[in-house]
C-alpha cells in the first residue's frame, strides 16, 4: 500500500427529531464547512441525522417517509467536493431499516443497514426497524472502510463482518444517550472491538436534548492498538478533524487533541443544561418560569435554567406562606438578585383562606391533616400555571428522583409543570451538584445546601419526619430502581428489613403520580419515564 491519507470530519451536532428541512439544511451546511475550511476528503453525521434521534411512532407516518427521501435526494445531489455519510430511515419492501450511507457528488459509494436492534432500557428498535445482514464496506483514496451504526459496536459480529468483507477500519455513527459513566463505557466496548479486529475505529455521536434523553457527544478515535487519539468535547457542537495514514503497516489515525472526561458532577450538571436548554428552544418558548421556595432543589432547579436560557429568559416566584421561614425568603431572594432574574413574591394566604373558607362545611367535624398541606402546594400550582400562561413561559417543576420514587409530592400542586429538570436526580445528588455549582462561582446561598431540608407545610416540618434519612433511602431506591434487588438482597446490603419494606411500598403505592408527571432529564441507568414501566394497578406485595 502506498502512503495515503484520508482527511476526515466528525460532525457531532445536535438535530431536532421530525425536523427534516432543519436537519437537512444543516447537513449541508456543516459539509460545505469540512469541504472549504478543513478540506476533508469525508464529513461524517450521526445515526438518523435526516429526522432526528429517536423519531418513535413517527417513523409510521407516511409523511416522513417521503420527506425523508425528498432530503435524502437532496443531501446526495446537492453536496459535491466531499464525500459524505448520514444516518436516515430508508424504507424498503414493506420494512424501515436503520440505515446509513456514502455519497460523493451525486453517486451512492456504499449503503449499510444496522444489524444490532437494542431492545432495553430506553430503547425499543425492533418496534420499528428491521435487521440488516450484510456488511459495507467503501474505499476512499484507497482506504477500505467499514460502516457499523450504534449497537453494532457494543457486540463481535458486525465489525468482524466488516473486516472480513475488506474493512481496514470502522466509522460506527450513534445516537448513544448520556447516563453515569457512559463515556467509559462507550469505549470500553470499543476497545474490545479493536481487540478483536486489530483495525481503527472512529466514532461519532451526537449532541443535544430530545425529551428525555440527552446526547453528550464526545466522539472519539481509537486506533488498532486501542489507543485514544482523539476526543470530542462532551455536549459541545462541532467538526473534529480526524486524519488517516494508510502504509504497509496498515491504517494510523493521527493524534489529535483529546479533551479529558468530565467529572461525574459536572457531566450530570452538563447534562441538565442541555437537556433543559433544548426542550425550552426546540418547543418555542420565550423563557421559563420557577417556584423558588428557598429550598435546595428550587435553587438548583435556577442555578439550571439560568446557566442554559440566560437571566433574561427566567423569572422565579416567592409564594410565602405562614410556615415559609424568613431564612426561605431571605435566601430566594439573594439568589435570584445574584443570578439577576426578575423575582415576584406573591403570599398566598388570601387564596388558601379563600378556599378553606368554600370547603368549611364539607370538611366539618374532620381534623386537619395533609389534606391542608396540599391545599397549600396546589394554591402555589394554581399560580405558577396562570403566570405560565399569560406569558407563554413553560413552568419548571423542580421535584427530584427521591421524591418522585416515594411520592413525596403533591399531584397537580408542585408536581404541576411542563419539564422537570432534576427529576432523575437523587437527593443526594442535588447536594452535590450545588455543590459543583458554586465552585463556578457562588449562586446558591450556602445556608440552602447546609440546612436541614423541609417541605415547610406545617410548622417545624422537616423532610425526615415522612421520611428515611437521604442517604438511607437513596441508596435503596437506587438498588431497587435500577438493580431490581429483592427486599432480601437490599437489606443485606446493611439496611433495616422493615426500612427498605417501607420505602419499596411507597414506590408501588406512588405509580400513579409519577405516570402524571412531567417528563424530566434522564441521567441514570434508569429512570421514571420511557424505561420504568410498573403496573399502576398490582397485586404484587412486599417483601419479595
Not at 28 to 44: F, T
Amino acid at each position: 500500500m502506498m502512503n495515503n491519507t484520508v482527511k476526515v470530519a466528525l460532525a457531532q451536532i445536535d438535530l431536532a427529531v421530525g425536523d427534516i428541512a432543519g436537519n437537512t439544511a444543516k447537513i449541508i451546511e456543516y459539509a460545505v464547512r469540512a469541504r472549504d475550511e478543513m478540506q476533508a476528503d469525508l464529513v461524517v453525521f450521526p445515526e438518523l441525522s435526516v429526522c432526528g434521534y429517536p423519531p418513535e411512532d413517527l417513523l409510521f407516518h407516511a409523511g416522513l417517509r417521503i420527506r425523508t427521501e425528498q432530503a435524502v435526494a437532496e443531501i446526495r445531489e446537492s453536496i459535491r467536493g466531499i464525500a459524505v455519510l448520514i444516518g436516515f430511515p430508508e424504507y424498503a419492501d414493506e420494512q424501515i431499516y436503520n440505515s446509513g450511507a456514502v455519497f460523493s457528488d451525486g453517486e451512492a459509494l456504499c449503503a449499510y443497514r444496522k444489524h444490532l436492534l437494542p431492545n432495553y432500557r430506553v430503547f425499543d428498535e425492533k418496534r420499528y426497524f428491521t435487521a440488516g445482514k450484510n456488511a459495507a464496506v467503501f474505499r476512499l483514496k484507497g482506504i477500505g472502510i467499514g460502516l457499523t451504526i450504534c449497537e453494532d459496536v457494543w457486540q463481535p459480529g458486525p465489525i468482524a463482518a466488516a473486516r472480513a468483507a475488506g474493512a481496514e477500519c470502522i466509522i460506527t455513527i450513534n445516537g448513544s444517550p448520556y447516563e453515569l459513566n457512559s463515556q467509559q463505557r462507550r469505549e470500553d466496548a470499543v476497545r474490545l472491538r479493536i481487540a478483536e479486529s486489530r483495525i481503527p475505529v472512529l466514532y461519532l455521536n451526537m449532541v443535544g436534548g430530545q425529551d428525555e434523553l440527552v446526547f453528550d457527544g464526545g466522539s472519539f478515535v481509537m486506533d488498532a492498538s486501542g489507543e485514544i487519539r482523539g476526543r470530542a468535547p462532551a455536549f459541545d457542537e462541532g467538526l473534529h478533524e480526524i486524519v488517516l495514514s494508510a502504509s504497509a503497516s496498515g491504517i494510523e489515525p493521527l493524534s489529535g487533541p483529546i479533551t479529558a472526561q468530565l467529572s461525574t458532577e459536572e457531566s450530570v450538571y452538563r447534562a441538565l443544561i442541555s437537556g433543559t436548554r433544548d426542550y425550552v428552544d426546540k418547543h418555542g418558548f420565550p423563557g421559563v418560569v420557577i417556584g423558588l421556595s428557598g429550598g435546595i432543589d428550587s435553587a438548583l432547579v435556577l442555578a439550571i435554567a439560568h446557566d442554559a436560557l440566560g437571566p433574561d429568559r427566567v423569572r422565579v416566584v416567592m409564594m410565602p406562606f405562614r410556615y415559609t421561614s424568613t431564612m426561605s425568603q431571605e435566601d430566594a431572594a439573594k439568589q435570584a438578585a445574584t443570578l439577576g432574574v426578575r423575582y415576584d413574591v406573591i403570599p398566598i394566604a388570601p387564596i388558601y383562606d379563600a378556599t378553606l373558607g368554600q370547603l368549611k362545611a364539607v370538611f366539618a367535624g374532620r381534623e386537619e391533616n395533609v389534606t391542608e398541606e396540599n391545599i397549600q402546594a396546589r394554591v402555589r400550582g394554581i399560580l405558577l400555571m396562570a403566570i405560565s400562561n399569560k406569558t407563554g413561559r413553560m413552568l419548571l417543576t423542580t421535584g427530584n428522583k427521591s421524591e418522585m420514587a416515594v411520592g413525596y409530592a403533591t399531584l397537580y400542586g408542585d408536581m404541576a409543570g411542563g419539564f422537570a429538570p432534576i427529576k432523575d436526580c437523587s437527593k443526594t445528588l442535588v447536594y452535590r451538584l450545588a455543590r459543583y455549582r458554586n465552585t463556578l462561582g457562588e449562586v446558591i446561598p450556602d445556608r440552602v445546601i447546609t440546612r436541614e431540608p423541609s417541605a415547610e407545610l406545617r410548622a417545624g416540618q422537616k423532610d425526615s419526619d415522612s421520611l428515611p434519612a437521604y442517604d438511607v433511602l437513596d441508596p435503596i431506591l437506587e438498588a431497587f430502581i435500577e438493580k431490581d434487588l429483592s427486599v432480601e438482597e437490599i437489606t443485606a446490603r446493611g439496611f433495616e428489613r422493615e426500612t427498605v419494606i417501607r420505602v419499596l411500598e411507597m414506590v408501588q403505592r406512588n405509580e400513579y403520580k409519577r405516570r402524571q408527571a412531567p417528563p424530566g432529564i434522564r441521567i441514570s441507568s434508569r429512570a421514571f419515564g420511557r424505561d420504568w414501566r410498573y403496573p399502576i394497578t398490582s397485586g404484587y406485595r412486599f417483601p419479595g
